[in-house]
């Protein structure tokens, strides 16, 4: 049986496969001998969007991938591209630190099974035979191998030619590289919990459940979801769903789900509305027998205390303003005739403000006054 590989690399919007999406696939199929059998790529539209910092990475905008189909279309594709693990061996450039665990999440939440392929970091493979830096770029530009822009296919392109370099050059390296498996990773999909059977039951993958869930960024708070896989990750279980509040799938810790009830249609809900109505109605119309002597008519407002002294300030305060306005004439008159027109408009600005503040401060009084004496 002949061996094949699979040189592949993913670019993804960040590091961490648990909190950050695939956002493309690239994948060369070769021989040992060099010659390409078959390549793959695909730009995916993530759930969430994509932050500056990834995009200058990879140069993949929003823009790029606003029409093109969910990571739930095309792993399929890609696993069914990558062949039988019987035969075909994986390679990538920090298989164990990166992609490993991109590909492990990726199937997982999606329930499908973890690919049981050999998977070779060429990472180790370069840190056999040459020294020093291993970045993917560093190394291609050491063995004189031509590099494209940073994209997934043209990555796996440059792995390819970095194995085959140095694996024909060093094939006792070759021989004696570890291998990984995506299971190594922790994470495996698992069955639905207690709370899910009866979603389960139904096989509707559009059916909608309303969780009460205890963690995340909104504690405490209803969300309706649309299940789709469940995952256990270093011990702890996972539901990774279509959350209508947000719009896109999350992953929610399935310990932090306090209930979880399925979600009626529509139609039912309006019946059950009208039957609550029809039970409100008829508590609200049990009134007094006689009306009259629950509803009076409201009386007139006395005068109070608080009313008289208002009016004294008003009277007051418009007393002091035609003072001020008369004294404020004549300065105006001094003014001009010692500093001209410029003197006289920034009089009239001081005086202004002084009418703004003052109205601020008569309300604030007649608030004072109202908090007092009621």
Same mark, same amino acid.
């Given at each position: 049986?002949?061996?094949?590989?699979?040189?592949?690399?993913?670019?993804?919007?960040?590091?961490?496969?648990?909190?950050?999406?695939?956002?493309?696939?690239?994948?060369?199929?070769?021989?040992?001998?060099?010659?390409?059998?078959?390549?793959?790529?695909?730009?995916?539209?993530?759930?969430?969007?994509?932050?500056?910092?990834?995009?200058?990475?990879?140069?993949?905008?929003?823009?790029?991938?606003?029409?093109?189909?969910?990571?739930?279309?095309?792993?399929?594709?890609?696993?069914?591209?990558?062949?039988?693990?019987?035969?075909?061996?994986?390679?990538?450039?920090? *298989?164990?630190?990166?992609?490993?665990?991109? !590909? @492990?999440?990726? $199937?997982? =939440?999606? /329930?499908?099974?973890?690919?049981? #392929? &050999?998977?070779?970091?060429?990472?180790?493979?370069?840190? *056999?035979?040459?020294?020093?830096?291993?970045? !993917? @770029?560093?190394? $291609?530009? =050491?063995? /004189?191998?031509?590099?494209?822009? #940073? &994209?997934?296919?043209?990555?796996?392109?440059?792995?390819?030619?970095?194995?085959?370099?140095?694996?024909?050059?060093?094939?006792?390296?070759?021989?004696?590289?570890?291998?990984?498996?995506?299971?190594?990773?922790?994470?495996?999909?698992?069955?639905?919990?207690?709370?899910?059977?009866?979603?389960?039951?139904?096989?509707?993958?559009?059916?909608?459940?309303?969780?009460?869930?205890?963690?995340?960024?909104?504690?405490?708070?209803?969300?309706?979801?649309?299940?789709?896989?469940?995952?256990?990750?270093?011990?702890?279980?996972?539901?990774?769903?279509?959350?209508?509040?947000?719009?896109?799938?999350?992953?929610?810790?399935?310990?932090?789900?306090?209930?979880?009830?399925?979600?009626?249609?529509?139609?039912?809900?309006?019946?059950?509305?009208?039957?609550?109505?029809?039970?409100?109605?008829?508590?609200?119309?049990?009134?007094?027998?006689?009306?009259?002597?629950?509803?009076?008519?409201?009386?007139?407002?006395?005068?109070?205390?608080?009313?008289?002294?208002?009016?004294?300030?008003?009277?007051?305060?418009?007393?002091?303003?035609?003072?001020?306005?008369?004294?404020?004439?004549?300065?105006?008159?001094?003014?001009?005739?010692?500093?001209?027109?410029?003197?006289?408009?920034?009089?009239?600005?001081?005086?202004?403000?002084?009418?703004?503040?003052?109205?601020?401060?008569?309300?604030?009084?007649?608030?004072?006054?109202?908090?007092?004496?009621?």
């Amino acid at each position: 049986m002949n061996t094949t590989f699979i040189a592949f690399d993913f670019e993804t919007t960040g590091l961490h496969p648990m909190s950050a999406e695939i956002i493309e696939i690239g994948a060369v199929k070769f021989d040992a001998k060099g010659k390409v059998l078959g390549t793959f790529k695909q730009l995916i539209k993530p759930a969430g969007g994509i932050q500056p910092e990834a995009e200058a990475v990879n140069g993949i905008s929003a823009a790029m991938v606003a029409n093109c189909p969910s990571l739930h279309q095309v792993l399929p594709r890609f696993i069914q591209f990558i062949g039988p693990p019987q035969q075909n061996v994986l390679i990538a450039h920090n *298989a164990a630190k990166f992609d490993i665990g991109f !590909l @492990a999440v990726a $199937c997982a =939440r999606r /329930g499908l099974p973890l690919p049981e #392929h &050999r998977i070779v970091d060429s990472i180790d493979l370069c840190q *056999a035979c040459i020294p020093p830096p291993y970045n !993917l @770029a560093s190394v $291609c530009q =050491r063995l /004189g191998i031509a590099m494209g822009a #940073h &994209r997934a296919l043209s990555d796996a392109m440059a792995v390819m030619r970095i194995t085959l370099r140095l694996g024909s050059k060093y094939p006792r390296a070759w021989e004696n590289l570890p291998t990984y498996y995506a299971e190594a990773f922790g994470i495996t999909a698992i069955e639905p919990p207690a709370e899910f059977v009866e979603w389960e039951a139904l096989g509707d993958p559009n059916q909608e459940v309303e969780i009460f869930y205890a963690g995340g960024s909104r504690p405490g708070q209803k969300r309706r979801v649309i299940p789709k896989s469940f995952f256990e990750y270093k011990g702890r279980e996972y539901m990774t769903a279509f959350c209508l509040q947000d719009g896109r799938t999350k992953t929610f810790a399935v310990d932090d789900i306090v209930s979880a009830e399925m979600v009626e249609d529509e139609e039912e809900d309006s019946e059950d509305f009208v039957e609550v109505s029809g039970f409100a109605q008829d508590m609200y119309s049990r009134q007094p027998e006689d009306v009259s002597e629950s509803l009076q008519a409201p009386t007139k407002k006395r005068t109070s205390l608080a009313d008289i002294f208002l009016v004294i300030i008003g009277v007051c305060f418009a007393g002091v303003i035609i003072v001020v306005l008369l004294m404020a004439f004549g300065f105006l008159m001094e003014v001009q005739e010692v500093s001209g027109d410029l003197g006289v408009f920034l009089v009239i600005g001081i005086f202004l403000a002084a009418l703004v503040l003052g109205n601020a401060a008569y309300h604030l009084i007649n608030a004072v006054i109202e908090d007092i004496f009621g």
